[in-house]
Structures are given as structure tokens and as C-alpha cells.
């Protein structure tokens, strides 16, 4: 079992400890997956487990959360030898009401999906949103998907589980915060990534019903001529692909280039605003992003 040192300060010393890190696994297949099953039992060679998972398939729900109904957290058959909670909400919900439970996890991860999440999936996934809302919360997140296919066969992808698990939790102090691992059939190694951009796969398929209306599927179409050192491109060429992520969605190149060329107020904005702004102003942008719940749902008093 994989273990770190921590240095603990008590009346003036410090002492070195030897602490097990604890692991939270969640998922966008719901609790019933055996990828779920797969990554725990993988997990617990680094450290003390706990699975809190939705109760059901939530796949593409990307970082939703049940903001206006309640949530319930209730313990199911344990999971490769580990706890397990179901939650009645999104993989978000899951993380967010886990994390709030078991306040002391180090790390959470997320998976196995069934599929690879790869490139612009990235905005659709609830299980790299699973490892999103962990990082949101200030705790480290990974997000792991297979091949779709090879759920029967998930044995042979144990080894590279392990072997990515074991990079990402090492010692090493420059480890990425948030990072999206897909690991391919018949794996060569491992290798860093970048998000493939040079496509988007979905697309709508008509169709009828048995009335004869018309109905529409969301579905995905191959891409070809994937950029180099992707994400895509590793999994093509058997590669695990690690993929670090950021949480700031801001375009830097664009900022930059808007504020020399069409800088609107922003120069004006700056020189005429306060650094801080007052706390009456601060708490009335606070109620107007509030979120109004539903007549039918009475919450608790803070
Ligand atoms: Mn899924």
C-alpha cells in the first residue's frame, strides 16, 4: 500500500508521519458499473477507499448539480471490499455530498467509464465533471475512461490502471491538480497530452417512432486526421493518455489581444474601480446569481 509522509508541527516540533491517503471513487455509470468496481479495487493498492456514487446512469451529464432538489446519500453493498454510498443526484452531486461527508479524502477518483472521453467529450462527461467538481472543491481529481468495448475485459486494462494511478499519485510535488486519463486497448505506455480541438463528433440522426413522428438521437461521428500528441492521436497509437485540466476557462489569447485593440472600459474600469469591492456590493451580486428553488421544496434553514 502506498503510503506519504507528512510533517506534523505539535508544541514546537515536528515530527514526521507516515499517513495512508484515502480515495474517494465516483463515477457517471452509476453505482452498478464494473468499471466503478474496477477502479476501486485498483485504488486500494494506494490507500483507504471509499466509493460514493449516483444511484444510477448519469453519463453526459457533465457538471450538472441538483440544485433544487434534495439529496440522499445511503449505504450500499460494499464495492471491491470498499464502503460504498449511492446518492440519488449527478456524478457532481456525488463528489460535492462525499466530500462533504468524508471531509478528510485526498484524492478523488472517477471512472472507469465505459467509453473514452476524448477532446470536446470533455464538456459532455460526468465523469471527468465528477473529478471537475473535486478540484472546484480543493481536492484533487482523476478522471479515468476505457474503451466502451472491453467492458467484459476489464482485467487486461488492470495493469495500466495501476500504473497510471501509481504516476499520478506518487511524491513527485509538480502532479497535476485535475487530469483526464484514457487508457487504450493493447497500452504501449504512458504519455502526457493535450486536449484534442480538431473536431466534434456530435451530430443529430433523424428517425421515426412507432406513431410515425419524428424523433432525433444524438449521436457521434468518426474523426479523421487527429492533431498530433493528443489526447485522440495517444489512444490511436496505444498510448494511456494523460491529460492535464485546467480550471480557468479564460481564452488568455484573446484577452490579451481584445484589451490592446478594442479595450472598451476596460482602462477606465480599472483606474475609477476599487481593488475590493464594497460588502453591500459584493452581497447583491450574491442575490442576483442566487438560484430560486422550486415552490415544492422547502430547505433547511442556514
Ligand atoms: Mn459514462
Known amino acids: 500500500m502506498a503510503l506519504y509522509t507528512s510533517k506534523i508541527e505539535s508544541a514546537g516540533r515536528v515530527f514526521a508521519a507516515v499517513i495512508v491517503m484515502r480515495l474517494l471513487i465516483s463515477n457517471d455509470d452509476g453505482i452498478h458499473s464494473p468499471g466503478l468496481a474496477a477502479l476501486a479495487g485498483a485504488a486500494r493498492a494506494f490507500g483507504d477507499v471509499l466509493v460514493v456514487a449516483p444511484d444510477g446512469e448519469r453519463s453526459s451529464s457533465s457538471q450538472a448539480i441538483s440544485s433544487a432538489l434534495p439529496l440522499r446519500c445511503s449505504a ?9 454510498y449511492r446518492v440519488n443526484g449527478t456524478p457532481a452531486d ?11 479524502i485526498d484524492v478523488v477518483l472517477s471512472g472507469l467509464n465505459l467509453g473514452f472521453n476524448l477532446g470536446p467529450a470533455a464538456w459532455h462527461s460526468g465523469t471527468l465533471a465528477a473529478a471537475r467538481q473535486a478540484a472546484l472543491l480543493g481536492v484533487r481529481g482523476i478522471a479515468v475512461s476505457i474503451p466502451a468495448t472491453l467492458e467484459a475485459e476489464l482485467a487486461l486494462l488492470a495493469p495500466w490502471v495501476h500504473e497510471a494511478l501509481a504516476a499520478l499519485l506518487g511524491k513527485s510535488r509538480d502532479l497535476p491538480f485535475l487530469i483526464n486519463v484514457n487508457v487504450p486497448r493493447e497500452a ?16 443529430i440522426v433523424p428517425g421515426h417512432d412507432g406513431a410515425g413522428r419524428d424523433i432525433y438521437w444524438f449521436d457521434m461521428e468518426p474523426i479523421t486526421g487527429v492533431d498530433h500528441q493528443s489526447d485522440r492521436w495517444a489512444v490511436e497509437q496505444h498510448w494511456v493518455s494523460m491529460t492535464p485540466i485546467s480550471l480557468d476557462v479564460t481564452d488568455e489569447t484573446a484577452l490579451t489581444s481584445l484589451r490592446q485593440h478594442h479595450p472598451l472600459d476596460t482602462i477606465l474600469a480599472a483606474q475609477t474601480s476599487p481593488h475590493v469591492s464594497s460588502p453591500a456590493e459584493a452581497a447583491q451580486v450574491r442575490e442576483d446569481e442566487a438560484q430560486t428553488p422550486g415552490p415544492d421544496v422547502v430547505r433547511p434553514a442556514r
Do not use: C, K, N
Not at 450500499?76 to 460504498?84: D, E, H, L, Q, S
Not at 456525488?94 to 478528510?104: K, M, N, R, S
Not at 504501449?188 to 451530430?203: F, I, N, P, V
Open 76 to 84: 450500499a453493498p460494499t464495492i471491491a471490499g470498499a464502503a460504498a
Open 188 to 203: 504501449r505506455g504512458l504519455m502526457w497530452t493535450r486536449a484534442s480541438t480538431e473536431g466534434y463528433d456530435g451530430r
Open 94 to 104: 456525488a463528489v460535492t455530498l462525499g466530500l462533504h461527508l468524508w471531509p478528510d
